[in-house]
């Protein structure tokens, strides 16, 4: 579904990404942990190419693109069409209402008639339990309230890959547990996701593979039960010591 070659991404003089190799299968949940500053944002918006890397290939589904040649603004719109992103704080349309702002994908770039999209946006704000906030604007729900809404926009458009960078992180905490709920619940539908979260309950229960990110390097990679129980690797260890 996802590999990643030998990306490298720079800001500045900034090595941001080093040399990263990822490959996640269709149906995997992936989890990228590590401290502050080890680049795990960054690889996400590359996924999207929200960041252009600087080199290495990128391939999603049936599509490639190698960055060590220029890339014409066409490919990276084809190509960010493949995942939806959920970012950190909501970035919701303040003047639409939330199923408007799920309607937003499907009819702009698909060209998809305003009646198919409301109706597929109603089913996926009740799936996310919003079913009825639909004619409710941003600023009248919950943060956690807000995130589902972006769970259910980046649904929207048929999506096989969903990039979740930190959902939970600017949430109160009595609101973590609904957002959480309902990426489990994608999980167990087979979403391939790929999520940057401190919530390491959530990475345990739920992650089929655990990445360990640390100045712009994945240094360690395994199975939950490795990367938390088992792994011998000293950097590793650290950073669960001080945040467990």
Do not use: C, W
């Not at 190509?79 to 639409?96: I, K, Y």
């Not at 259910?152 to 547990?177: C, H, K, M, N, Y």
């Amino acid at each position: 579904m996802i590999k990643v070659s030998r990306m490298n991404k720079h800001f500045g003089d900034l090595h941001v990404l080093k040399d990263i190799d990822l490959e996640v299968k269709k149906g995997e949940v992936i989890v990228v942990i590590g401290p502050s500053g080890s680049g795990k944002t960054t690889l996400l918006r590359t996924l999207n190419i929200l960041e252009q890397p600087d080199s290495g290939i990128i391939n999603i589904g049936e599509q490639s693109i190698d960055f060590s040649q220029p890339v014409s603004k066409k490919e990276k719109l084809k190509f960010r069409q493949q995942t939806g992103m959920v970012f950190q704080n909501h970035n919701l349309f303040p003047h639409l209402t939330a199923i408007e702002n799920v309607m937003e994908g499907p009819v702009t770039v698909q060209k998809v008639s305003k009646d198919e999209a409301r109706k597929k946006a109603s089913d996926l704000l009740t799936k996310v339990g919003l079913g009825q906030k639909l004619d409710v604007y941003p600023h009248q729900l919950s943060g956690g309230q807000q995130q589902r809404v972006g769970i259910a926009r980046a649904l929207a458009t048929g999506v096989e890959v969903i990039l979740f960078d930190e959902p939970t992180s600017a949430l109160d905490p009595e609101l973590v547990a609904d957002v959480l709920d309902v990426m489990k619940e994608l999980a167990k539908e087979g979403m391939t996701m790929v999520v940057v979260t401190h919530e390491m309950g959530f990475a345990q229960e739920v992650a089929d593979q655990v990445l360990f990110m640390d100045e712009g390097k994945i240094v360690n990679q395994g199975s939950p039960d490795y990367i938390f129980n088992q792994t011998d690797e000293s950097r590793t260890r650290q950073f669960l010591k001080r945040i467990q």
